[in-house]
T-cell receptor
């Protein structure tokens, strides 16, 4: 089973709201990733967690706050977002980080009004 | 730094015709290479990958790709296109160094299939 699940599927939020995206995998993977994808563009890496520790932050604004409560769960907390943050947010996981295959979830479509 | 180039942002094929999507990478160290497909409003699905060994790699849905080190290429093919192959395709590379595991994506190729 190579399934990564993400909730919610769709999210609409105002610029003053606080919301969270959730990602879960039960494949025993120890690396988890958040990507942002705009229409017709490749995914852009935001954060990487390796063994539940943040190992990469690609200079993402502080209005995005990742959290890895355990090895199976990854959250992305959202606060005071801007309309340009509207995008598809993808979670991925891999066994480790070195040249490992990344498996992607279905994504959360976020619209910021 | 690693980079991945996909030639052709849009490919249109007739149903039953050959699908050929081109991907070239630039790396001094042979990377691991991947092809992902993304259907509308969905996440990325792994089609196939090259790590080491056999250079002709077979994937899901009848796709295959050949790693050619001399040409730094990893082109994706399918002998006979089906309407369900209409999607966005991304080539990606994982670097060969243990301290740099960022996946580099090409810009993507949109495939449309004509009936």
């Amino acid at each position: 089973d190579t399934e990564v699940t993400q909730t919610p599927k769709h999210l609409v939020m105002g610029m003053t709201n606080k919301k969270s995206l959730k990602c879960e995998q039960h494949m025993g993977h120890r690396a988890m990733y958040w990507y942002k994808q705009k229409a017709k563009k490749p995914p852009e890496l935001m954060f990487v967690y390796s063994y539940e520790k943040l190992s990469i932050n690609e200079s993402v604004p502080s209005r995005f706050s990742p959290e890895c409560p355990n090895s199976s769960l990854l959250n992305l907390h959202l606060h005071a977002l801007q309309p340009e943050d509207s995008a598809l947010y993808l979670c991925a996981s891999s066994l480790g980080t070195y040249q490992e295959t990344q498996y992607f979830g279905p994504g959360t479509r976020l619209l910021v009004l | 730094a690693q980079s991945v180039t996909q030639l052709g942002s849009h490919v249109s094929v007739s149903e039953g015709a050959l699908v050929l999507l081109r991907c070239n990478y630039s790396s001094s160290v042979p990377p691991y290479l991947f092809w992902y497909v993304q259907y509308p409003n969905q996440g990325l699905q792994l089609l196939l990958k090259y790590t080491t060994g056999a250079t002709l790699v077979k994937g899901i849905n009848g796709f295959e790709a050949e790693f050619k080190k001399s040409e730094t290429s990893f082109h994706l093919t399918k002998p006979s296109a089906h309407m369900s192959d209409a999607a966005e395709y991304f080539c990606a590379a994982s670097p060969g160094r243990s301290n740099d595991y960022k996946l580099s994506f090409g810009a993507g190729t949109t495939v449309t299939v004509r009936a």
